[in-house]
Structure formats: structure tokens, C-alpha cells
């Protein structure tokens, strides 16, 4: 019974390290960097540029990773948790998007009512980045690294303080410094999981 906690503990910290190379949180400040600039310069095509590069790095994740943690077959038990977690966040993404087309659709016809109109034309970025906040929160709960919660907590407050500050033209402000407070993190951690887990010397045929 001890040897199968164990070894449970021992899957769920393996399976949280492959979150903790910082490569996630880098592509999150990328993201709100992007939509902060562009909130800043009037240019739409920053947070476009900003989120491919986001997604590039992801897709070179796997060459990061892979190769200093090795592949690691889970057990059926962890598969199902995990499967269960990825069911449970793509839900919360769904309805987030179906709750914005809702928006968009009642918004785009004129068919929104009147108190929602107004509430969302005074609180629009309070609203925005409580789902955004929610959805970083939900994605801490799943993988198990607490640390996003904080950066749900600091989404939330950049957004309240970027609906403060729509009458000065200054709302892309906190987003950019809570951007650039998330980036400084990711950095810091990718660079601190670099040097604890070098890539192995590669095999040569002649050894």
C-alpha cells in the first residue's frame, strides 16, 4: 500500500514537471503583451505577430523537453485523471467561446439588451479578463502548478485596472506590465530547468 502512494507521488511529480520548464508561462505573457501593445499603438497586427511567435515556441516544446525528461508511460489510473482534466478544460473553452459568440452574434444585431449593452460597454475589460483569469485558474487546477494561479490573480487586476484607465487612453498599461512581470518569470524558470536537466551527451557508435 505504501509502494503504490509512493509511486503515485511519484507519477504526479513527474507528470507536473513537464509543466514547470516555463515554456507555458513565456507563451502567456506573450500573449497579453501582445494584446497590451496593441491596446497601446492602435496596431491590430501586434497581437497576431505576438501569438504566432507564442505558438512557435510551443511547437518547438517538445525538443526542449522531451529530451531532458525522457518519455514516461504513466499509469492507467494518472491517463484517466489526465484524460479526465483535458475533457474538463476543453469545456470550459468551449463555453467560454460559445459565450462569445453569443455576445458577438446579440452584439453584432443589435438584439443585446439594454442593461447587458450598457454594463458591458462601462465593464467590458473587467468581464474580459475575469474569463481569462477564470480559464488560467482552471489550467492550474488541472496540471498542478499553483504558480498560475497567482497569474490568474494578476490577469484579473491588470484588466480591472485597464477598465479604470479607458478615459485616459492608458488601459494597455497594466496589461503590458503584467505581461513583462509573467515573461521575467518564464524566462527565469526555463533558464533554471536548462541548467538542471542538461541534454545527455549523445551516443556515438564507436563507444
Known sequence: MENDKGLKELEQKVFRSYFKDGLWDIYGALIL????????TG????????????????????????????????????QVKTKRSKLIAMAILTFTMLLGVVFF??????????WLDTWMGDYFFVAFGGVLAMLIAAA?????????HIYAVLTFIAYVLANMLRSNDMEGIPIIVVGCTILISGVTILTRFLRKYPLPPQETGGA
Not at 503583451?33 to 497601446?40: H, K, Y
Not at 452574434?105 to 439594454?114: D, E, F, G, I, K
Not at 492550474?140 to 498560475?148: D, E, S
Open 33 to 40: 503583451l501582445g494584446f497590451g501593445l496593441t491596446m497601446v
Open 43 to 78: 496596431w491590430d497586427y501586434l497581437i497576431i505577430a505576438f501569438a504566432a511567435i507564442a505558438v512557435i515556441l510551443l511547437l518547438f516544446r517538445q525538443r526542449i523537453v522531451i529530451p531532458r525528461l525522457g518519455q514516461v508511460k504513466f499509469s492507467s489510473e494518472l
Open 105 to 114: 452574434v446579440l452584439y453584432s444585431t443589435n438584439n443585446m439588451p439594454r
Open 140 to 148: 492550474a487546477y488541472i496540471v498542478g502548478v499553483w504558480r498560475y
